[in-house]
């Protein structure tokens, strides 16, 4: 199978698990719920003291986004979200957020024009995109102000060999292809409880978002970032927390 259509297969295969599962999408992401909604806190503060007025959350699922952001953020922000499994935005929709609100489209072709709203955010999405740059070019289209990622971070999961490894792997610019070996070929792996996910950093999109911003930040999401007392340390986030918010603002 040519790598493109082992990509639509798998994305095929991400909205037909997420169709099946959407009554409980909400109850199977709990245990990341809490590292999302500090970094939606911080993102919230920003749009305040940015004065955005214009929000859009790619691949909002069901709305938890939203709904947490609705809570904290004044009446006169506008929020929408943009979810492609028509499944999902029904739940959303149920649990009392608008069509004008949660709206079905893809982050590879957001429907929103040029420079339009001022934040793009994608929580816990990106590991689930088999390119994610293409949603990220999308973000930085319609966003004036910043982009924010809340996502994983592979060099900060495993054994500390194997972080290094990783780290290793990824600097020489080998992780790809080592990839394709131990996913045999697909470069995708699923589970019950998440789908069709890839291994993914915040990391890899750093220097991309840095291009289009001012200014970028980095900022640990776990609640205890493991191995603090090592040498690993000294490198912040990259190796020591598992779960990263990036920033970018313009």
């Known amino acids: 199978m040519a790598r493109d259509e082992s990509s639509n297969d798998a994305v095929a295969r991400q909205r037909a698990y997420y169709a099946r599962t959407a009554d409980a999408y909400?109850?199977?992401?709990?245990?990341?719920?809490?590292?999302?909604?500090?970094?939606?806190?911080?993102?919230?503060g920003l749009a305040l003291s940015l004065g955005a007025r214009r929000i859009v959350d790619v691949g909002a699922g069901t709305g938890r986004s939203l709904r947490f952001l609705?809570?904290?953020?004044?009446?006169?922000?506008?929020?929408?979200?943009?979810?492609?499994?028509?499944?999902?935005v029904a739940v959303g929709h149920n649990n009392g957020l608008t069509p004008e609100e949660l709206i079905v489209g893809d982050g590879a072709n957001l429907p929103f024009a040029n420079e339009s709203v001022d934040f793009a955010i994608a929580t816990g999405v990106l590991h689930h995109v088999p390119k994610?740059?293409?949603?990220?070019?999308?973000?930085?289209?319609?966003?004036?102000?910043?982009?924010?990622?809340?996502?994983?971070?592979r060099f900060a999961q495993g054994s500390l060999p194997?972080?290094?490894?990783?780290?290793?792997?990824?600097?020489?610019?080998?992780?790809?292809?080592?990839?394709?070996?131990?996913?045999?070929?697909?470069?995708?792996?699923?589970?019950?409880?998440?789908?069709?996910?890839y291994s993914y950093s915040v990391y890899d999109d750093l220097p991309h978002l840095s291009a289009w911003a001012s200014r970028t930040m980095v900022v640990p999401l776990d609640p205890e970032a493991r191995l603090k007392k090592t040498w690993l340390a000294r490198l912040g986030p990259l190796m020591t927390s598992s779960h990263v918010l990036v920033?970018?603002?313009r």
Do not use: C
């Open 26 to 44: 909400d109850s199977h992401h709990m245990a990341s719920q809490g590292e999302h909604e500090y970094a939606l806190t911080l993102v919230a």
């Open 70 to 88: 609705r809570k904290i953020l004044p009446p006169e922000i506008t929020i929408i979200g943009v979810e492609p499994v028509a499944e999902l």
């Open 132 to 153: 994610p740059r293409i949603v990220l070019d999308e973000m930085k289209r319609i966003a004036t102000k910043g982009i924010f990622i809340s996502d994983g971070n």
């Open 162 to 197: 194997a972080r290094a490894v990783k780290l290793g792997l990824w600097s020489a610019g080998l992780w790809k292809a080592f990839d394709l070996v131990r996913t045999r070929g697909k470069g995708y792996m699923e589970s019950p409880g998440d789908g069709v996910f």
């Open 247 to 249: 920033g970018a603002l």
